[in-house]
């Protein structure tokens, strides 16, 4: 069991730390950026059954669940995922000064499956468990914000299970598999991840 001592240093942060969600964030608000006309390019395809489209999600979720696994500190999927969304609202976000709320939210969905663990739990069901409820978080905001006027059971409740799926698998199953595919290759190895390795 942890002890207070290991948790308070669990939480203190390192210039490093914030380098590393500031770089991850400033890439995926790039990525943000360019998801927006993808998830716009895909609306006539998936006419036949809107809700689908939630399939693509996840990606967005990617720095909630990808900036916790690797600094492991209390408030970096907030942080990074909050960051992410402003870098995409500064590029031209077609959602304007709301996609910086979402992202908060977003963030604060993720970072709740951390905390649930006491920030010592990062294996595949936690990655999972954040991704989901990172997006469970961002769906919800989307069915009170952007449809409003929509149908809960024709189109809400199953674009928030889809996409919930979808943050599961892409952004928690998908930062995991980056986090492993990384450690090998020594640049986490200032980081409890590339610690990690070093003990398997």
Avoid at 72 to 77: C, D, E, I, L, N
Avoid at 138 to 144: E, G, M, S
Wanted: charged letters at 10%; aromatic letters at 14%; one cysteine or more.
């Amino acid at each position: 069991m942890p002890t207070t001592d290991s948790l308070t240093s669990t939480a203190r942060w390192r210039t490093l730390d914030i380098v590393t969600c500031a770089v991850i964030a400033v890439a995926f608000g790039i990525v943000f950026w360019a998801w927006n006309f993808l998830w716009a390019a895909l609306e006539a395809p998936f006419s036949f059954y809107p809700p689908l489209r939630a399939v693509i999600y996840g990606v967005w979720l990617i720095p909630a669940v990808l900036a916790p696994l690797i600094v492991r500190r209390p408030g970096a999927a907030v942080f990074t995922e909050g960051l992410a969304a402003v870098i995409s609202a500064f590029l031209g976000s077609f959602w304007g000064i709301m996609v910086v709320y979402q992202g908060l939210v977003q963030g604060l969905g993720g970072e709740l499956a951390f905390a649930s663990g006491r920030y010592r739990r990062f294996g595949t069901g936690t990655a999972m468990l954040a991704g989901a409820m990172a997006t469970f978080a961002a769906t919800v905001f989307d069915a009170f914000a952007w449809y409003p006027h929509a149908d809960w059971l024709t189109f809400r409740l199953p674009f928030i299970a889809i996409a919930t799926v979808s943050g599961a698998i892409i952004a928690g199953l998908g930062s995991k598999a980056l986090v492993g595919a990384m450690q090998p290759t020594g640049v986490l190895d200032r980081f409890p991840a590339g610690r990690e390795r070093r003990r398997i």
